[in-house]
Antibody, heavy 117, light 107 residues
Framework: EVQMVESGGGLIQPGGSLRLSCAVSGFVVSHNYIIWVRQAPGKGLEWVSMIYSDGTTYYADSVKGRFIMSRDISNNIVFLQMDSLRLDDTALYYC???????????WGQGTLVTVSS | EVVLTQSPATLSLSPGERATLSCRASQSVRFLSWYQKKPGQAPRLLIYDTSNRATGVPPRFSGSDSGTDFTLTISSLEPEDFAVYYCQQRSKWPPLTFGGGTTVEIK
C-alpha cells in the first residue's frame, strides 16, 4: 500500500526556516517524480517543487532561491527545506507522486505551515 | 507558462443532475488531469491524460477535450460528489500548473 506522510510543519516567524519531511512507503522515491504542492487558506492548489528520479530539482518562481527539495534514498524520505519564510508561504503543504502523463496519483494528508509574527 | 482557466467558479446543482466543468488552457497541452478536493482531505486524482479514469473512479466521471478546452462531466451527481474540482497540466513546464478550481455545491 502506498503511503506518504508529511511532518515538520508549524508556526514560524517571517524570515525563519522550517524543514518538511515526507516519509514514503509502498514505492521507491528515487524511481519516481515527487512533488510538493501547497494550498493557502481559502485558495487553490499551487505547485511548489519537484524532484526527478535523477535528483534534478525544479521550483516555482515564488519559492526559487528560498526552498530546496532533497531526498534521503536509504530511508525513502523527501525533504523541503524552506528558508526566508514569508507571510504568503502560509499553507497546507502536500507531498505527492507525479506520474508524468498519468497525473498525481498519491498524496499525503499535508502538514500545515503558518508564518506569522 | 500555461494558464488554466476553470469555469464556472461555482456550480449549484441538485443530486442526480449532470455537471459540466470547463478548463481552458492558454496554449495547447498534452497531459491534462482532473482532481477532486474535499475539506480536510488530500486531492484525489479522477482523470488523467484528458479522458482516462484513475483506478477506482466511478464511470459517472468522464473527461474530454476540444483543442485547448477541456471538460469534466459528472453524468449524475451523487451526494459525495459535491466538492471542489481542479484541472492540472504537466506537458509544458515548469511550472506544473493548476486551474483555479470549480466548486460544485448543493442547490
Amino acid at each position: 500500500e502506498v503511503q506518504m506522510v508529511e511532518s515538520g510543519g508549524g508556526l514560524i516567524q517571517p524570515g525563519g526556516s522550517l524543514r518538511l519531511s515526507c516519509a514514503v512507503s509502498g514505492f521507491v522515491v528515487s524511481h519516481n517524480y515527487i512533488i510538493w504542492v501547497r494550498q493557502a487558506p481559502g485558495k487553490g492548489l499551487e505547485w511548489v517543487s519537484m524532484i526527478y528520479s535523477d535528483g534534478t530539482t525544479y521550483y516555482a518562481d515564488s519559492v526559487k532561491g528560498r526552498f530546496i527539495m532533497s531526498r534521503d534514498i536509504s530511508n525513502n524520505i523527501v525533504f523541503l527545506q524552506m528558508d526566508s519564510l514569508r507571510l504568503d508561504d502560509t499553507a497546507l503543504y502536500y507531498c505527492a507522486r507525479e506520474l508524468y502523463g498519468e497525473g498525481i496519483d498519491s498524496w499525503g494528508q499535508g502538514t500545515l505551515v503558518t508564518v506569522s509574527s | 507558462e500555461v494558464v488554466l482557466t476553470q469555469s464556472p467558479a461555482t456550480l449549484s446543482l441538485s443530486p442526480g443532475e449532470r455537471a459540466t466543468l470547463s478548463c481552458r488552457a492558454s496554449q495547447s497541452v498534452r497531459f491534462l488531469s482532473w482532481y477532486q478536493k474535499k475539506p480536510g482531505q488530500a486531492p484525489r486524482l479522477l482523470i488523467y491524460d484528458t479522458s482516462n479514469r484513475a483506478t477506482g473512479v466511478p464511470p459517472r466521471f468522464s473527461g474530454s477535450d476540444s483543442g485547448t478546452d477541456f471538460t469534466l462531466t459528472i453524468s449524475s451527481l451523487e451526494p459525495e460528489d459535491f466538492a471542489v474540482y481542479y484541472c492540472q497540466q504537466r506537458s509544458k513546464w515548469p511550472p506544473l500548473t493548476f486551474g483555479g478550481g470549480t466548486t460544485v455545491e448543493i442547490k
